[in-house]
């Protein structure tokens, strides 16, 4: 199945966004399905860098563990699941726009289901993420545009 891709316009510029997106302990602030995200690590995270997410969907949590594979400030961000039933494949990009005051982020996600995950991707998981996508990157806009930061 391809990625479920999304876009959004930001009034800020690449950089600040950047920043933002690429903090895994903001997750749970722009994600409803994130209920914690924590660094095996300092921040700012780094190649190599590892973050538990741990996400709802439903009345169950399923924990996983993300690797930051690529970091290319304030350009673009790649981070794959290496552990879980449910490993995401996230793709992040950003343009400037108007000069680089503003920016079109634009979210790319993937999965790989193990075990009981490779039920639960086609029949639950790529639905789910497919409705809280565009919710996630609403919150993400509002929360960078109405920010002091």
């Keep these: 199945m391809s990625a479920i891709r999304k876009s959004i316009e930001i009034d800020r510029s690449p950089a600040e966004v950047f920043s933002y997106v690429t903090d895994p302990t903001h997750l749970p602030e722009w994600q409803d399905s994130a209920l914690s995200a924590v660094p095996e690590g300092a921040l700012p995270v780094h190649v190599g860098s590892r973050v538990l997410v741990t996400r709802r969907m439903g009345k169950r949590r399923f924990p996983t563990t993300m690797e930051v594979l690529d ?67 609403e919150k993400l806009k509002h929360l960078l545009e109405h920010s002091t930061a």
């Design 71 to 137: 970091l290319d400030p304030p350009r673009s961000w790649h981070m794959h699941g290496v552990e879980g039933a449910v490993r995401p494949d996230v793709r992040g990009s950003i343009e400037p726009l108007d000069g680089g005051m503003r920016s079109r982020v634009t979210l790319s996600l993937d999965f790989e289901g193990h075990g009981l995950g490779k039920a639960l991707v086609p029949l639950v998981v790529r639905r789910f993420a497919r409705k809280e996508m565009p919710r996630g990157e």
